[in-house]
């Protein structure tokens, strides 16, 4: 079953403006990452922050986390019309992911256009 | 480098007629495999998962089944599709002691 929520399911943007998108969970974690899927495609992995981790950076996204609040937001920087996609939160869940498992917990998403 | 292949990339199917989508990784060995399907502006739901040659792990009871019969191969079957299987659906695959999961392109399937 889904555990990982992101809001808002859509956003609509301006080229230039910066996109926020959050994501909740429920259990602990050892991770949570974040993924990418243009329009009828596949997920691409954007970027991976760990339980002890509280702030990521990678190129324009910068990706935050609090355990105490089980919450993740995504920050888009400086967006293009390129970056208009469906962005999906997931979650490895320790206790499910005992042996190599591996199996991620996944959201909703997030429906992102940037309009030029 | 690893890559995964999916196919066919589109399938218009009957209802009541087989299904059978193939999964390829190149690249790896012993890769953990997945199916996932995704209904239209969904998020994912595993299907089946698999850590091994023959070990097929369903998350969802339906009347799709899964089989891995080589270590880089998983195939998504079913004998009698039905309205509620058209989807998109996903393979992917990780390895133990990698985090983050591969996706393939996705194999786009519509029940008529």
């Known amino acids: 079953s889904q555990q990982g929520e992101e809001d808002p399911q859509a956003l609509s943007i301006q080229e230039g403006e910066n996109a926020t998108m959050n994501c909740s969970y429920k259990?602990?974690?050892?991770?949570l990452q974040w993924y990418r899927q243009n329009s009828g495609r596949g997920l691409v992995h954007l970027i991976l922050?760990?339980?002890n981790e509280r702030e990521k950076h990678s190129g324009r996204l910068r990706v935050t986390l609090d355990t105490s609040k089980k919450s993740s937001s995504l920050l888009i920087t400086a967006s293009r019309a390129a970056d208009t996609a469906s962005y999906f939160c997931?979650?490895?869940?320790?206790?499910?992911?005992?042996?190599?498992?591996?199996?991620?917990?996944w959201g909703l998403g997030t429906s992102l256009a940037v309009n030029p | 480098s690893q890559t995964i292949h999916q196919w066919p990339a589109t399938l218009v199917q009957p209802v009541g007629s087989p299904l059978s989508l193939e999964c390829t990784v190149e690249?790896?060995?012993?890769?953990?495999l997945y199916w996932y399907r995704q209904a239209a502006g969904r998020g994912l739901q595993l299907l089946f998962y698999?850590?091994?040659?023959?070990?097929i792990s369903s998350e969802v009871p339906q009347n799709l089944s899964a089989s891995r019969p080589q270590d880089r191969q998983f195939i998504l079957s079913s004998k009698k599709l039905l309205l509620s299987d058209s989807g998109f659906y996903l393979c992917?695959?990780?390895?133990?002691?990698?985090?983050?999961?591969?996706f393939g392109p996705g194999t786009r399937l519509l029940v008529l």
């Open positions: 992917a695959w990780t390895r133990v002691g990698l985090e983050t999961q591969y």
């Open positions: 690249g790896t060995s012993n890769p953990n």
């Open positions: 698999s850590v091994g040659i023959g070990q």
């Open positions: 259990t602990s974690i050892n991770n």
């Open positions: 922050i760990r339980s």
């Open positions: 997931a979650t490895d869940d320790p206790q499910v992911n005992a042996g190599n498992n591996r199996k991620l917990i």
